[in-house]
């Protein structure tokens, strides 16, 4: 376990985490700041999760205070350096400021495990103030407004590792 601002612990996910990210990720509000809406089947998202704790370009850390799980960071990168970002906190610890702290952590825990330089990318829903403020506070740039193929408005958060 590693040690993260605010007395907030970081760790890998691991298969003990299931049921608290498929929660986390069917929540209203969760879903609803998302790109994907609908709620995800529990064994659609068992199969899911295990090919993601298998999968060497993806990595999601586990924010937990006071032994308990407050949200996740999932980073999708590539070999050319792209690192694609998501957060999501769970309800219970929202707006209490953790998710700063979860978002810069992850990403410097990931630049020191892959020892090497990324380009962090966030694509944020207008509406979603919430990620916008940590984004921004976590020293991401917009780069872009942009509408998708589908006509989707959504934010595009940049951030260059050191």
Same mark, same amino acid.
């Given at each position: 376990m590693l040690t993260a601002d605010n007395g907030m612990y970081l760790r890998p996910a691991c298969a003990d985490d299931e049921h608290f990210l498929l929660s986390l990720r069917n929540d209203?509000?969760?879903?609803?700041? &998302?790109? &994907?809406k609908e709620c995800i089947d529990p064994a659609e998202h068992r199969v899911w999760f295990h090919r993601v704790l298998q999968d060497t370009d993806r990595?999601?850390?586990?924010?937990e205070r006071n032994g308990e799980r407050i949200g996740m960071v999932r980073i999708d990168y590539n070999k050319i350096g792209i690192a694609k970002v998501n957060i999501a906190m769970a309800p219970?610890?929202?707006?209490?400021?953790?998710?700063i702290a979860l978002l810069t952590s992850s990403l410097d825990k990931f630049a020191q495990f892959k020892n090497a330089s990324f380009t962090f990318v966030a694509e944020v829903l207008p509406e979603n103030n919430a990620s916008t403020r940590t984004f921004s506070s976590a020293g991401f740039s917009l780069e872009k407004d942009t509408i998708d193929s589908g006509s989707v408005e959504k934010l595009i958060y940049v951030k260059q590792s050191c």
């Open positions: 209203p509000i969760t879903r609803r700041m &998302s790109f &994907s990595i999601i850390f586990i924010g219970e610890w929202r707006g209490q400021g953790l998710g």
